[in-house]
């Protein structure tokens, strides 16, 4: 498991207290829990942090002592992630083990019990469940039959569950970044990185599907996808609008760039954003600088900007500037 912060999502306090009757009334009407039992412990403290992305919710929550809980049935999917220590979430008659090894999914639309040890601290993803299946939809260019339902654990040690801890942790840290608040753009990007990667990671009643072989898909697809984004750069590019300029599904999408480029759309869109950032970089405008050239070409951390660039263009972005301002 990759290491967060001691606090993650530390600039969007929910609720703290040292308090256990105060617990039990931000238990009640923030977090919906009918039950709470917990042993008190010294010192006592119980954390919260929440953020709101769009259709996706960030959580991050700790505790000094053990705590068992009943929750209110949730209109939302929870991904739950162990930063330290243990717990189990129990629903429809399943109990799953929150840890290092394992992540654990609790279904929307019904009642469930959590129960952490003392000291655990984990990460919760909040998905809205239609929000996925148009995802899927998007996916597989059909909408599937049914209802989507997922299995409780997901192995962290798996190569897909492994992406989306890194995009997860990644996340938390760029919104814990005191940097300059982050282009819309890149929010709905992340956001929907985070969605198909959950997608991608989890077993449900469609993963069959989803990890059949599209057709080999016509080569001006490529052509097509690449003048929007050279047009579009600036926006934020999700899945839905390039499966809408390409007229076939998003496997079909991300094939045709594997096998007519050997790269993603995503990473095409970065080095037009790139080309873009070095053309500013290189202006010798005096009013220029690499953090506000990262953010303007939609970029969500400018040490990862820099790093990018560098790979592309053989110096650091600083260097750049420093030889247009000469």
Known sequence: MMEVGADPLHRFPFFSTSDPEELRHYAATLLKVSRIDFETAIPFTVRVNLVQLGETGLGFASTSCRLDADQCAADFIRLQIAVRGSATTSACGKI????????????CGVDSRAVAEPGHARLTLRLKQE??????TTLLGARPKGE???????????????????L???LSQQLD?????LPQAVYVELEQAVQIAFLWASRHNFSHTLLCEEK????????????YIEAHWQEAITVDRLVAVAGVSARSVFRAFELARGYSPMAFAKAVRLRHARAALMSGDPGISVTATAFNCN???PGHFARDYRNAFGELPSQTVSRSRG
């Open 177 to 181: 970044s005191p940097a300059s608040k």
């Open 148 to 166: 989507l339902s997922f299995e409780p654990g997901i192995a962290a040690g798996e190569p897909y569950a492994q992406g989306l801890l890194r």
């Open 131 to 136: 929000a996925l299946l148009q995802k899927l």
């Open 216 to 227: 080999k898909p016509a080569s001006a697809v490529v052509n097509r996808l690449e003048e």
């Open 96 to 107: 799953t083990e929150i840890n290092q090894r394992q992540l654990a999914i609790t279904p």
């Open 299 to 301: 970029f969500a951390s």
């Open 168 to 170: 997860m942790f990644f």
